[in-house]
């Protein structure tokens, strides 16, 4: 597997919504420009997938149907948003299928004009996204784990489920004439998975579906995927970088995992920001109304991790005094009809946690580009070897005892054009050093 490794491009078909009252409305228009490139992202924090295709149009594309000639696929279809887009991108490592379930255009492309040719960007962002932007969520779901209420919402708008994770903690839930996908965004804070102790999920959509899922969850079950090597996982999940020595590491190991460029550290332990926004110590404060009874508590995330990607803890201000405050006013008498108090409902239960957990995943972020690998999805952990930088020769590793290790995909973008192929990701831990504490 290389950056230029070639792809077997198969775009089939455009076909016009059949609500636009067009001639040409509901035809399928095969694609007769070339395409230039596909960029695909997936993100841990969107609720959608997205692309952007980009076309090389001499005019030859289709028929007008308002005027008999042929023109851009752009001009002449034309393209103005709502159309569906069929193709599949096939490499050595899987394929970007959209044949089946195609990707929609989401609105009038951009292009560059110039004479005879035409350079058009289509913007195309998954069906299920298009589906629940046009039908908004208004059903009350009444008083059920929240898990089970993502999964009947995601069966009401017939969505493919990849992964939901189940949680410990019940609600009702309203959809208030808002998007589905928006509502299940907004439960993702208060979520505590059953299995784990921290609140905070994601809730999010790659190529093989929805996933809804905790910050723990993903990283127990990909370090578990990893020591077992369950479907070949720690084979297509491993990356290795390093730089001078990549030459002599080529011969022994091949070259079908390796870093193609130098790691980009975005973010490495921001003190600053960390005290800031609490992300060691929080300082709780509640009053209730009923009692009139006021009461301070100090919470701390690192004492109480049980799932981390490494095992080296962050040195970290243990100052009481360094906490960021939330202050919460209860009021008793004036909770939700219909939704339980007895498990985990309040934002003084879950708010402070929550915020604390996802400020720990960003501890660490780093970008890198490999060879296109389409097993890679948002997620996923994976594990990077990093060398050791220094002129010594006794060595006991080649390998950097702690920046290299476990981390967590953030975002991914797989791009593809005429003459390279390769998945660009942003990386993200909360611990560092080789090995991870879970239980």
């Not at 289509?122 to 299920?128: A, K, Q």
Request: glycine residues 8%.
């Amino acid at each position: 597997m290389s950056a230029a490794g070639p792809c077997n491009y198969t775009f089939l078909k455009i076909v016009k919504p059949s609500d636009h009252g067009e001639k040409n409305a509901g035809v399928e228009v095969e694609t007769k420009g070339k395409i230039l490139g596909l960029d695909y992202y997936e993100s841990v924090y969107s609720p959608m997938v997205t692309a952007n295709m980009v076309q090389f149009d001499t005019g030859n594309s289709v028929v007008d149907s308002r005027t008999g000639l042929r023109g851009t696929l752009k001009d002449a279809l034309p393209l103005e948003g709502m159309e569906q887009v069929f193709f599949n991108v096939a490499t050595r490592y899987g394929d970007l299928n959209f044949l089946d379930i195609p990707m929609i255009v989401t609105g009038t492309p951009l292009s560059i004009d110039e004479p005879q040719k035409q350079v058009v960007n289509i913007p195309l962002v998954s069906e299920g996204a298009m589906t629940c932007a046009k039908k908004p969520l208004s059903n009350v779901y009444q008083e059920a784990r929240i898990s089970d209420i993502v999964e009947k919402i995601l069966d009401d708008y017939d969505l493919i489920i990849n992964e939901i994770e189940p949680t410990k903690n019940v609600d009702k839930v309203s959809g208030g004439h808002n998007s589905p996908l928006d509502v299940i965004l907004g439960l993702c804070k208060k979520s505590f998975p059953a299995d784990h102790k921290d609140p905070g999920y994601f809730f999010f959509e790659t190529k093989s579906g929805y996933n809804f899922r905790s910050i723990d969850g993903m990283i127990k079950e990909g370090i578990r995927r990893f020591e077992g090597n369950l479907d070949g996982y720690a084979d297509s999940h491993t990356y290795k970088y390093f730089g001078i020595l990549d030459a002599k590491l080529d011969q022994q190991d091949g070259n079908d995992y390796k870093v193609l460029r130098p790691p980009l550290v975005k973010k490495d332990q921001d003190q600053l920001n960390a005290l800031k926004h609490g992300k060691y110590n929080v300082r709780v404060c509640t009053l209730n109304t009923l009692t009139h009874q006021y009461q301070e508590e100090i919470k701390n995330l690192l004492l109480n991790l049980d799932t981390t990607l490494g095992d080296v803890q962050q040195e970290h201000v243990d100052n009481q005094d360094y906490c960021k405050s939330y202050t919460y006013v209860l009021n008793p008498g004036a909770s939700t009809k219909g939704v339980s108090e007895k498990v985990l409902n309040s934002p003084v239960e879950y708010e402070p946690m929550a915020n604390m957990r996802y400020g720990m995943l960003h501890t660490q972020l780093i970008d890198i580009q490999v060879p296109c690998n389409m097993e890679l999805e948002a997620g996923d952990v994976i594990k990077l070897w990093l060398e050791n930088i220094t002129q010594d020769e006794k060595l006991l590793s080649i390998y950097n005892q702690h920046r290299s290790g476990y981390y967590l995909i953030l975002h991914l973008c797989h791009h593809f054009d005429t003459d390279n192929s390769y998945t660009s990701m942003t990386l993200a831990r909360d611990t560092y050093g080789l090995y991870t504490s879970t239980s």
